[in-house]
């Protein structure tokens, strides 16, 4: 049978119909993802989710927390002693973080060496209080950067997941380096901001006064942890949406889940590494952990698995074997 020509142009109009409702509707899709997980300001996002406890893998209320005690010092040390600080990023941004002594008489008490503790997604610096507090215990200062979206950052554009904190932790190195060019420094974080110093590990223009970074439960990439997300939350597959939001993301706030990678900024790095991860962490699979481990072309890594942790957890479940880990680590490589 053969369509007449007048057929065949309602055929291709509705065709085109189609198409251009299906693109439509992919755009929206991919506008409210980008904006559910990396708008600060969204009505419905990540965070809410995340809060009302409606996201698998973040079940704090049930956890260990062995350290919990400590954590309440430290929390009442970082309100007491927390200085502000800021850096002006290479895009002209002003970004604020905050600066902690080091105690007098720790074993690292000469002046000279920092660490660069950074947090997790939906975070903020004080949620690391008691990490900072240990390496100030030693006589580290403590720099302390606020992500982009996050706190006192909220208003600097985006969520970067870790990739542009990773660029803009490059520049908060180098302004310790400019007003001490002796300055042995540590690069700490979890979650989120594990991923940011992993991502950072790889960067050109990272001062070679990184002595090591230390990460706990970062993820692979923004890509594999949002296919993940994408399922638990709503129950999608990564198959259209995810690419939209990819595209969305690349349009909004200049980068693509998959560049946003820890794996390929790994196979790059050269600095000392520690790896940590809880081996029950669903919320970033403790399988990223052999990926991560395995991509980083450092000399000198090592990894350590906390038995029965959830996500971010470690130093809660097992204090003991986490800090003597950490401790040894640095010991070994500062």
């Not at 992919?26 to 990540?46: K, T």
């Not at 809880?278 to 403790?286: H, I, K, L, S």
Request: hydrophobic share 45%; charged share 20%.
């Amino acid at each position: 049978m053969t369509l007449s020509r007048r057929t065949r142009r309602i055929v291709v109009a509705v065709v085109a119909a189609v198409v251009v409702v299906l693109l439509a509707g992919l755009a929206l899709a991919g506008n409210f993802l980008v904006d559910f997980a990396l708008n600060p300001h969204a009505e419905f996002s990540m965070a809410s989710t995340m809060r009302a406890g409606n996201v698998d893998g973040l079940d704090y209320a049930e956890a260990p927390k062995l350290d919990e005690a400590y954590a309440d010092e430290a929390a009442s040390w970082f309100d007491a002693e927390r200085e502000s600080v800021s850096h002006t990023a290479d895009d002209g941004t002003e970004l604020l973080g905050w600066h902690l002594p080091g105690a007098e008489g720790g074993a690292y008490a000469d002046g000279h060496t920092w660490a660069v503790v950074c947090h997790g997604y939906i975070g903020k610096p004080a949620d690391m209080a008691k990490y900072a507090y240990h390496f100030s215990q030693l006589g580290m200062d403590v720099l302390m950067p606020a992500a982009r979206g996050h706190e006192r950052n909220e208003d600097a554009g985006l969520i970067q997941m870790g990739w542009g904190d990773a660029r803009d932790l490059v520049g908060w190195v180098s302004d310790i380096v400019a007003a001490d060019p002796d300055a042995k420094i540590l690069l700490f974080g979890t979650s989120m901001g594990g991923a940011e110093v992993m991502m950072a590990s790889g960067m050109d223009g990272l001062a070679d006064n990184v002595r090591l970074i230390v990460e706990d439960c970062g993820y692979t990439s923004v890509w594999d942890e949002f296919e993940l997300q994408l399922g638990n939350v709503f129950g999608l597959p990564s198959f259209p949406i995810l690419n939209a939001a990819d595209l969305a993301c690349q349009l909004r706030a200049g980068y693509t889940f998959e560049a946003a990678s820890a794996v390929e900024s790994l196979r790059s790095a050269s600095v000392p590494m520690l790896f940590i991860h809880g081996d029950a962490d669903t919320f970033v699979p403790f399988s990223m952990l052999d990926e991560c481990f395995d991509a980083c072309a450092s000399a000198v890594k090592e990894k350590l698995v906390v038995k029965g942790a959830g996500h971010g957890l470690s130093a809660s479940t097992d204090p003991t074997l986490y800090w003597g880990t950490v401790d040894a680590f640095v010991a070994d490589n500062l």
